[in-house]
């Protein structure tokens, strides 16, 4: 599943925010997201270790959770610099518990409700 979102935040800012601010996700996209934990990772403070890279962020949503309807759950999101601003390009990847659950359309939603929070707040600071 893909969705794709315009933001007038650049690709540095929006992608910093997400890699170096990501406790910061309750106060940045409060309609989304309740709570960020590090599970796994040297710390909030980390930029640019080689140990930024294996993070493990897991992020309490406003939707519930995810993983009753899905065995597996990866969403990666690419930013692009386009004009004043960017293109956001999430792209997930899931397996659904069984056949019964339908396709994650309202998740795309909430991905692109996500970034225009993230969005929102970066340009207003």
């Known amino acids: 599943m893909e969705c794709q979102v315009e933001i007038k935040s650049s690709a540095d800012k929006f992608f910093e925010a ?8 309750p106060k ?3 309609l989304v997201v309740r709570d960020v934990k590090l599970v796994e990772g ?20 406003v939707e519930g959770e995810i993983m ?7 969403s990666i999101f690419n930013v692009m610099p386009m004009g004043e601003g ?3 390009k999430w792209t997930t990847e899931f397996e659904k518990q069984n056949d019964d659950v339908p396709d994650p359309v309202r998740y795309g939603e909430f991905l692109t409700t996500w970034t225009k929070n993230v969005d ?3 340009f207003n600071i």
Do not use: C, H, P
């Not at 710390?43 to 309490?60: A, Q």
């Open 18 to 25: 997400y890699q170096t601010k990501a406790q910061l996700m």
């Open 28 to 30: 940045m996209a409060n």
């Open 42 to 61: 040297s710390g909030w403070d980390s930029e640019g270790s080689v140990d930024d890279k294996d993070r493990t962020i897991l992020y309490k949503l």
């Open 68 to 74: 009753k309807a899905f065995k597996s759950w990866k």
């Open 86 to 88: 960017s293109s956001v």
């Open 120 to 122: 929102t707040y970066l």
